[in-house]
Every structure is written in structure tokens, then in C-alpha cells.
């Protein structure tokens, strides 16, 4: 069976620090892979999405960037984060359309 | 106009009661419709999903798709306690677009 495991659960880091998120799946091979981000009270907000290895599309201009250096493996970076980058982060991953299996979620409060 | 409507609540229900939990979509051509739940500090998780129109059914669970209105409904039957969720309807286009999550609370 397919799991996913996103990593830490629960991050504070203050203003102008980098940032570094990572996110694997097991069990499949060539996902598609989503970060999203959920901000308190409103929906959730595709950040990046990927088809293949090397292969990232942005929906939203921001402070963030991914990466995704193997197959199963997604990673959500900062250079410098920002107040507005807190949020409940959630990778997940698909094989079309039409799913998207989450990971647990990332809190991060940057203060 | 956004893609997907959907009012965040909360609904706070006793019990038992029946739930009707609703979004409301802007293109016709749409096909999939799906009903996500999120458990609070969890990632979201598939309920269910249905195709085109009609009703599909699961244990207490009744997603429901009018395509005339643009209209999409998720009904829990008996509601407990443990239903006490965040429900959130998405649709796929090029991309799973979801709505913004109606909060349920369930009293005992």
C-alpha cells in the first residue's frame, strides 16, 4: 500500500530564516506530487505541482520554491521566510487528476 | 467568481440530526465531484467521489450532484460526535480545486 510521510509535524522559525520541508511517498512509482498550503479559516491553496522528477509547476508567485530530487521525494524550500508564509503546509500525492492522498500536515509559525 | 463556493460554517448540529453540507460550482463542463474530510491538525482525507449526476451512497454518507443548478451536496445520516470534522468539496480540472471547507460540529 501507498504511504506518504511529511516532516516535522509542528515548525517555528522566525522571520528572514530559510526554510526546508520535505515530503516522500512509498509504494508507487511517478506521482504526481502537490504542496498545498491552509491558511486558518480559508481552503486549501495549491503552492506547486509535479509530474516528473525536475518537473515543477508554480500556481501562486511567492516566497517559496520545490524541488523535487527523486521520484518520490518533494521538497518545499524559503530562502527567507516571511510572517505571511505561516500556514498548514500539506503535501500529497496522485496518479491523475482526479485523487490526492495527503501527508499529515506541517504547521509553521514564523514569528 | 470562483471555481468552487462553499460556506465555511461552522454548522453546529445535535446528535443524530441530518447534515446537508453544499457547494456550488461555476462551469457546466465539470464531471467529478469529490468531498474531502479533514480531522483538525490532519491532512484531508477522500470520503467520496461521484461522477456526472445522480446520488452515491456509502454507510451514512450521500454525496449528491445537481448539474442543472451547479449544485453539490453531501448528506450524513444519524450524525455522531465523531463526524465533528472540516468538509471540504473539490473538483479536478487540471488541478484538484477545493472549496474552502464548511466546519461541522456534532454535539453530543
Known amino acids: 500500500s501507498q504511504t506518504i510521510h511529511q516532516w516535522p509535524a509542528t515548525l517555528v522559525q522566525p522571520v528572514g530564516s530559510p526554510l526546508s520541508l520535505e515530503c516522500t511517498v512509498e509504494?508507487?512509482?511517478?506521482?504526481?506530487l502537490y504542496w498545498y498550503r491552509q491558511a486558518a479559516g480559508r481552503g486549501l491553496q495549491l503552492l506547486f505541482y509535479?509530474?516528473?522528477?525536475?518537473?515543477i509547476s508554480s500556481e501562486v508567485p511567492q516566497n517559496l520554491s520545490a524541488s523535487r530530487p527523486q521520484d518520490r521525494q518533494f521538497i518545499l524550500s524559503s530562502k527567507k521566510l516571511l510572517l505571511s508564509d505561516s500556514g498548514f503546509y500539506l503535501c500529497?500525492?496522485?496518479?491523475?487528476?482526479?485523487?490526492?492522498?495527503f501527508g499529515q500536515g506541517t504547521r509553521l509559525t514564523v514569528v | 467568481q470562483k471555481e468552487v463556493e462553499q460556506d465555511p460554517g461552522p454548522l453546529s448540529v445535535p446528535e443524530g440530526a441530518i447534515v446537508s453540507l453544499n457547494c456550488t460550482y461555476s462551469?457546466?463542463?465539470?464531471?467529478?465531484f469529490m468531498w474531502y474530510r479533514q480531522y483538525s491538525r490532519k491532512g484531508p482525507e477522500l470520503l467520496m467521489y461521484?461522477?456526472?449526476?445522480g446520488n452515491k451512497e456509502d454507510g451514512r454518507f450521500t454525496a449528491q450532484v445537481d448539474k442543472s443548478s451547479k449544485y453539490i451536496s453531501l448528506f450524513i445520516r444519524d450524525s455522531q460526535p465523531s463526524d465533528s470534522a472540516t468538509y471540504l468539496c473539490?473538483?479536478?480540472?487540471?488541478?484538484?480545486?477545493f472549496g474552502a471547507g464548511t466546519i461541522l460540529r456534532v454535539k453530543s
Open positions: 500529497a500525492w496522485g496518479r491523475g487528476l482526479t485523487e490526492a492522498f
Open positions: 509504494g508507487t512509482s511517478n506521482p504526481n
Open positions: 509535479s509530474v516528473g522528477i525536475g518537473q
Open positions: 462551469n457546466s463542463a465539470f464531471q467529478y
Open positions: 461521484t461522477y456526472s449526476s
Open positions: 473539490a473538483i479536478p480540472r487540471n488541478k484538484l480545486v
